[in-house]
């Protein structure tokens, strides 16, 4: 970070030039981490790290904004937003009803607000920004209990899944952003010096200053599934690269990201900025604002995760804006061989039911050869497998208060409509029923341990099934004619439907080549032959890459170069007699 700051209003002890100091170890050491892909983080995964009394504390910190309004203080108020259901308002998947209500804002006021924030912003320069947006995520990682409390009651995370996914993996997420950010626009020296001979003693002096320019005001529209883990990477990038960044929540979880808008205007203002540079815009029950917000003019950078058809409705109509987006997939994995077949139907279970198959980059398809699989316990059928499977399931989840550590509440009746489908049969035979769960805490949430549907690829009307996303705790053990035959499957999913991972079991290097080979070709992460702790779910931030932009699963990467760029742009000014 030795990039020279320009001026920027001072204040009383939290001015830019502060915060550099006091962050300048946490970005260098990000910098660091996303160059060589190693593993860090400054942020404590172990609750215990929060306080000894931390999940308690987290859960009383939400009850206290239940039932209560919340004012950000924005300009432009029209309205409210809630707090009953009808009106917008939050329910918690495990049965309560959140009671929060939220300022309508009208864009007509809040876009010039945000506009007018800009040029301090932009003159600030990156390594002020950069410290600016440290602290915010500073701020929010003290109050990871809290961030994960919310998480469980609008998303339906189990408690382990909400402490990480999200509090302190969507912290992870947005500081690599911000270090992205500040690696793409540090790229260019601030000033040069330029001198190009003439003849004998003479020649051409020019002094260059180079100014990272942002594009202009951000759209965030947040899903309800990760509003953080999917929202953090937009959001900092965007504001890291100098552009005003408007969060548009889903209507059923606005409050992780009203108290992110929070936190961020309180450290903005308290640094000398508008705080109107990150301002929330909650909607009213239909009222279909993102649209509105995505096509205004004044908008020109979209951050959209969520459902393909969306996707793809900005990409048409949002023309004036570079859209980035992170939308449906259909997960395969398939399973060739094993040299520990205990170990891998755990793995294969735990990965299943994990946030019961809600998240992006849960497996969907299990590919199974119909001949059976070479084992450490010998030659296993494809019958075999499937049993099996569902007695791995059994031991992980047959205990209600177990299962409910792993699972999740089913996020809206559309996943449950999903899961009843699956279970009459109308897609296939059931391999694996799914049951019903009873929450110890939550009797009115709704939990479901995984179905597995048994499907044939060689039959049409099953391979119509297997190539659309089931969002939810539905997977398929599709029967393959043979392993050519499951990576040609793989290969046409991903190109068809996109796709976030791909798993493979084998002890056969001509398979893992083979897999490698197709994964390359279609753009696709590839894990391998994973065991014990670590699942295809999972991706280690500063280190894997969450998507690639080269299937129909998103043009969005979490995160690389081009993801922060495309931000802002480089103006040139030329001085000449050699002064910058």
Known sequence: ????????????????????????????????????????????EDTRAYGPDATADGEASLRALLGRPMDLGQPGRDGTVGPEPERGGERSPYGMELGISYPHHDPAVLLPAMTAALPAWRDAGP??????????????NARSPEFAAVAEHTSGHNPVMAFHAGAVHAQDRGLEAVAYAYAEQTRLPATAHWSKPQGPGRSVEIGKRFTAVPRG??????????????GY???FASLATGNPVLVKPHPAAVLPLALTVRIAREVLAEAGFAPDLVCLAPEYPGERLARRLATDPRVRLVDYAGRTAFADWLGDNARQARVFTAASAVNSLLVESTHDYRDMLANLAFSVSLYSGQLCTSPQNLLIPRTGIATDEGHKSYEEVVADLGAALDALLGDDGAACEVLGALIGPEVRSRVDLAMSGALGPVGVPSREVRHPRYPDAVVRTPVVVRLDAGRAEERATLLAEWLGPVCFAVAVDSVAAAVELVK?????????????????????????????????MLSMNLMGDWYISQSAVYSDLHGTGMNPAGNAVYSDGAYVAER????????YGGAT
């Not at 410290?131 to 500073?138: G, M, N, P, T």
């Not at 190109?495 to 696709?524: K, N, P, Q």
């Not at 802002?568 to 001085?575: D, I, K, Y």
Request: hydrophobic share 40%; net charge positive; proline share 7%.
């Open 1 to 44: 970070m030795a990039r020279t700051t320009p001026h920027v209003p001072p204040t009383d002890g939290r001015s830019p030039a502060r915060l550099i100091t006091r962050h300048r170890a946490t970005l260098d050491r990000a910098l660091t981490a996303i160059r060589t892909r190693e593993h860090w983080s400054p942020y404590p």
């Open 127 to 140: 390594e002020a920004r950069a410290a600016v947006c440290v602290e915010i995520l500073d701020r929010i």
């Open 217 to 230: 005001i951000s759209l965030l529209v947040a899903n309800s599934v990760f509003p953080t883990w999917n």
């Open 233 to 235: 990477p937009g959001l």
């Open 492 to 524: 046409e999913t991903t190109r068809l439907c996109g796709a976030l991972s791909v798993g493979l079991y084998s002890v056969s290097a001509e398979v893992e080549a083979a897999m490698e080979a197709a994964c390359v070709e279609t753009g696709v």
């Open 568 to 575: 802002f742009r480089t103006v040139v000014v030329r001085r």
